[in-house]
């Protein structure tokens, strides 16, 4: 009773996260990380081929600039949240850049198929697992291109804040711990037609967990 408790308490607060407070996201988001947030986003950032990459819940648009940043491939987000896709078009005019976020739900992506060389998802919540949103994906990605997934495996700093990170992230449930964890995933983008395979990644405090997945 009470993990469903609180279950039904984080939905309710990441559904207002995204929406109603979303200026206060980062925030919250560097707080409960200990200031990790960013860094387990980066493990993204692979080498996708030539073309443009598509980032899907891109949130307040952080890893959209990064990407922007590199120069190696031109990038546009989708988000169905009107407070982020403002919040990213925001990041993006302060920089003097063009916007390239379009309110959109990942189930129905508004693009040709084929459209992108590669397709990015960092930390998404269970509407990754609808075969909407997968069956958007593997059309909307040109043959050869690439599909990656970020998920937080476990954080492994020792200090007081990072385990009580730690425990946070445990309590909520927004932790996998485990790459077994991630097997749905894995089992879904296979069965989809998806090449795939899970990698796990130790950075200093924290364990990511990457997905990589391929369209032949």
């Known amino acids: 009773m009470m993990q469903k408790l609180v279950e039904a308490f984080m939905r309710f607060f990441f559904k207002h996260l995204y929406t109603t407070f979303a200026r206060a996201y980062d925030f919250v988001a560097w707080t409960t990380s200990m200031g990790q947030w960013r860094n387990w986003q980066s493990e993204a950032?692979?080498?996708?081929?030539?073309?443009?990459?598509?980032?899907?819940?891109?949130?307040?648009?952080?890893?959209?600039?990064?990407?922007?940043?590199?120069?190696?491939?031109?990038?546009?987000?989708?988000?169905?949240?009107?407070?982020?896709?403002?919040?990213?078009?925001?990041?993006?005019?302060?920089?003097?850049?063009?916007?390239?976020?379009?309110?959109?739900?990942?189930?129905?992506?508004?693009?040709?198929?084929?459209?992108?060389?590669?397709?990015?998802?960092?930390?998404?919540?269970?509407?990754?697992?609808?075969?909407?949103?997968?069956?958007?994906?593997?059309?909307?990605?040109?043959?050869?291109?690439?599909?990656?997934?970020?998920?937080?495996?476990?954080?492994?700093?020792?200090?007081?804040?990072?385990?009580?990170?730690?425990?946070l992230y445990r309590t909520t449930g927004q932790s996998g711990y485990a790459e077994s964890a991630y097997e749905p995933w894995l089992k879904e983008l296979e069965r989809l037609g998806f090449e795939a395979h899970i990698e796990s990644i130790d950075q200093p405090r924290a364990r990511v967990v990457r997905i990589l997945a391929g369209k032949p």
């Open 45 to 167: 950032l692979i080498e996708f081929p030539p073309g443009i990459l598509l980032e899907i819940g891109h949130g307040p648009g952080h890893l959209l600039l990064d990407i922007k940043r590199l120069g190696n491939n031109e990038i546009f987000g989708v988000d169905p949240s009107r407070q982020m896709t403002r919040l990213a078009s925001e990041r993006f005019r302060k920089v003097g850049e063009p916007n390239v976020s379009i309110r959109a739900k990942a189930q129905s992506l508004p693009f040709p198929s084929g459209s992108f060389s590669g397709v990015i998802a960092t930390f998404p919540s269970e509407y990754i697992l609808d075969s909407k949103t997968l069956e958007a994906v593997i059309r909307a990605i040109q043959s050869g291109g690439k599909f990656v997934l970020i998920g937080l495996g476990s954080i492994t700093g020792r200090t007081f804040y990072d385990r009580f990170a730690g425990w």
